[in-house]
């Protein structure tokens, strides 16, 4: 079976030399020198200041939402990983959703300022497959209406808007370094944060809000990454560029050869760097999707539909007598979940199988 995703590993020669350090210092966790210089080679290369590494993506969103002191209600779209929505129940704040523009899959930010009440305090949206978000519109309906802006950048590894990274936009940016992602460390996260007096505050929430051997100055978590996780992430840093350049190949062939199928729309791309994370397409109707979907599955392959359903259609938001999804307006989401599907794409993935994909799919819609 060929997946959507597979992980990129380094050689495992590479990963053992880290190993050995490991063994040798036995300081496996707590802020190790591993976890200090993978911070500061990302820094580098993602053009960033002020990050902080963690344990996994969902416990970067938690501390953003805690750091900012954010209360209340949270704008955020529903078409995204079911991380984004959770995490914002999970600090006790209510979601609050907003439709998609058609074209770039993100959240719509005239319909984020239609949204605003006087209980919003946070707008939280989401570089869907890695393409940015409408920033500098976000910017400013944050600005007016004082509320913050986070984003979900879990798949946005070295994304670029306007030739800078897209990290650099709002309050605070999360990536999640998961080990489907572009870039990961097994399982891990990082947030960058524009305020530097809030960089000291997270280093402290990610490890029990411990300030010494006898002060805890904050009520915090153990979101702490460790040195294995640090030593995978230091190996794939070094090979990064390459694999990049492999995944760009893979999704020009894709758009190459279907751009001029009728009935497949592809995600209009705003990067001025990109970074080729996933292939969706979109078909002309969920029928066609899911029809399309188990022919791939019948031939070997396996696509995601990602993501399908919306995060407001989840058992745990339903209301007795209330559609959701007409409740805030979510035409444009719901058009884009009902029809999408990601095809496989990895560095290593090769291009008679890519091959083998297009024309399951050309013939399907012959």
């Known amino acids: 079976m060929i997946y959507t995703a597979r992980s990129d590993l380094p050689k495992i020669e590479r990963y053992i030399e880290y190993l050995k ?44 939402l805690r750091a900012l002191k954010v209360k209340g209600e949270v704008i955020t779209t529903p ?9 914002v129940l999970w600090e006790g704040l209510t979601p609050v959703f907003a439709d998609i523009d058609p074209e770039t899959f993100n959240i719509d930010p005239e319909d984020v300022e239609r949204k605003i009440t006087k209980r919003t305090s946070a707008i939280l949206g989401v570089h869907v497959y890695g393409n940015p978000c409408y920033v500098d519109e976000l910017q400013e309906v944050a600005d007016k209406h004082n509320l913050k802006l986070i984003y979900d950048a879990a798949h946005a590894f070295g994304v670029e808007y306007k030739n800078q990274s897209v990290l650099n936009w709002g309050d605070m940016s999360m990536l999640s370094f998961h080990a489907t992602k572009v870039f990961h460390t097994i399982e891990g996260g990082a947030l960058v944060v524009k ?11 990610r490890n029990h809000g411990i300030k010494s051997e006898e002060e805890v100055a904050l009520f915090g978590i153990n979101a702490k990454m460790n040195e294995f996780q640090a030593a995978m992430g230091l190996c794939n840093l ?37 970074n080729y994370a996933y292939m969706p397409i979109c078909f002309e109707s969920i029928e066609k999707r899911d029809d399309m979907y188990s022919k791939l599955i019948m031939n070997g392959i396996k696509p995601r539909k ?14 007795k ?33 890519v091959e083998k994909i297009i024309s399951i799919i050309v013939r399907a819609l012959s």
């Open 238 to 274: 070094e090979d990064i560029g390459e694999r990049i350049r492999l995944r760009e190949r893979i999704y020009g062939y894709y758009k190459e050869k279907l751009c001029n199928i009728k009935g497949v729309k592809f995600q209009k791309i705003v990067a001025s760097k990109y």
């Open 79 to 87: 078409f995204t990983f079911a991380a984004t929505t959770n995490v």
């Open 195 to 205: 305020d530097e007096e809030l960089l000291e505050e997270l280093k402290l929430l």
């Open 306 to 319: 990602y993501f399908f359903p919306l995060t407001v259609n989840f058992d745990y938001f339903k209301e």
């Open 21 to 64: 350090e490991i063994w040798s210092s036995r300081l496996l966790t707590n802020n190790g020198e591993f976890v200090q210089l993978l911070e500061r080679k990302l820094e580098e290369y993602l053009g960033v200041k002020n990050l902080v590494l963690v344990s996994n993506g969902t416990l970067a969103l938690q501390l953003a």
């Open 321 to 353: 007598g209330v559609n959701l999804v007409e409740k805030y307006g979510l035409d444009e989401a719901t058009k884009i979940s009902n029809t999408v599907l990601c095809l496989p794409i990895y560095s290593d993935l090769e291009i008679p199988i």
